[in-house]
């Protein structure tokens, strides 16, 4: 997958008026505004939220397994780039969001650490791809919760309600019952790929520590802005040293066929619209609804990438995806009534 930047900050500033993004979906400027209809503009960013996230995937997973460009860790880093480069447009010039700093050393150090765990679990994510189908990656991707329960209590001792803990039993049946039912099971794809699942929850559960104070609250397309150059900056001798010049192979490729670099820079620029997308979205609907609508993506994703690549499928193994993800909305709503019961 693309780099995708967390969500959780996004909520505390999803109520202010951001005229620039507003004015961007504005798409009947000439018309009135009781002609505009709110409800066709959010549906049009869910639509591109759906767009940019299944996009990423299939195009990560054309770049590493059908195509041939085998460096997902380089792949990363122009990911990183391109979040940079497309952040500093849109906080600085478009001004999409209010422009926030870093505001200390002790800061800095913390959104460092938590760049370099995001870098292990999108170069974990996107090698995965190489060595499995999209439809498998989402399956154990949807396992996220799992992790996450664990982090959060292995690290801030924090305790749920027994029946929290029990909504998790489908999401690991379900996964145990895929993986044991998939076609093209890879052992290093698994391995690397769950890892990228709990690298994934092991920073959401970091992020609430390290930036809880109120003055190192960070909105997330802010957050972005930051993490991704030290990313980017984390990745480069990683990639030079595990992968060779890339450069210069790319530049190779590049010249036998010139369509690499418009796949590379398109892919780099929709790994940007998923951290977009995922504000956009919650900006005008609700975080609950970012929630669920990357329940049903896991599923839309698999569905798409069967159909694209025509990846081999088990009647066993839908069953354990789909057991998983509703395992995972059972999760969902355990964990809000559990919330509501606490206040």
């Not at 929630?291 to 193994?317: E, Y």
């Amino acid at each position: 997958m693309g780099g995708e930047a967390p969500t959780w900050a996004t909520r505390r500033l999803s109520n202010q008026t951001l005229t620039t993004a507003d004015h961007i979906l504005d798409f009947q400027t000439n018309a009135p505004p009781a002609a505009r209809s709110p409800t066709i503009s959010t549906a049009l960013i869910v639509l591109s939220w759906y767009l940019s996230n299944i996009g990423v995937l299939l195009l990560n997973k054309y770049l590493l397994s059908f195509y041939g460009f085998r460096f997902p860790i380089f792949l990363t880093m122009l990911h990183m780039l391109s979040c940079t480069f497309y952040s500093y447009l849109s906080i600085l010039f478009l001004k999409i969001v209010p422009t926030q700093r870093i505001q200390s050393r002790t800061q800095f150090l913390k959104i460092l650490a938590l760049s370099a765990i995001f870098c292990f679990s999108v170069v974990c994510g996107n090698t995965s791809l190489r060595y499995l189908p999209v439809s498998f990656n989402q399956a154990i991707g949807a396992t996220t919760p799992f992790f996450t329960a664990i982090f959060a209590f292995l690290i801030t001792c924090k305790r749920e309600p027994a029946g929290v803990y029990f909504a998790l039993l489908p999401v690991v049946f379900g996964i145990v019952l895929a993986s044991n039912s998939e076609p093209l099971f890879h052992f290093f794809g698994f391995l690397i790929c769950v890892g990228s699942t709990a690298g994934r929850a092991l920073k959401s559960v970091v992020q609430g520590i390290l930036l809880t104070a109120e003055g190192e609250k960070l909105h997330s397309m802010n957050l972005l802005r930051f993490m991704a150059p030290m990313a980017a900056g984390i990745l480069l001798p990683v990639t030079l040293y595990v992968e060779g010049n890339v450069a210069a192979v790319t530049a190779e490729k590049a010249r036998a066929d010139p369509f690499i670099l418009f796949l590379l820079i398109g892919n780099a620029t929709v790994a940007y619209l998923v951290n977009l997308t995922n504000f956009l979205v919650t900006k005008h609907t609700s975080a609950l609804t970012l929630q669920v609508l990357g329940n049903a993506k896991a599923a839309v994703a698999a569905v798409v990438s069967i159909l694209i690549f025509r990846n081999p499928v088990t009647v066993m193994g839908m069953a354990g995806f789909s057991v998983t993800v509703m395992g995972v909305v059972i999760y969902g709503e355990a964990k809000k009534r559990s919330k509501n019961t606490t206040d």
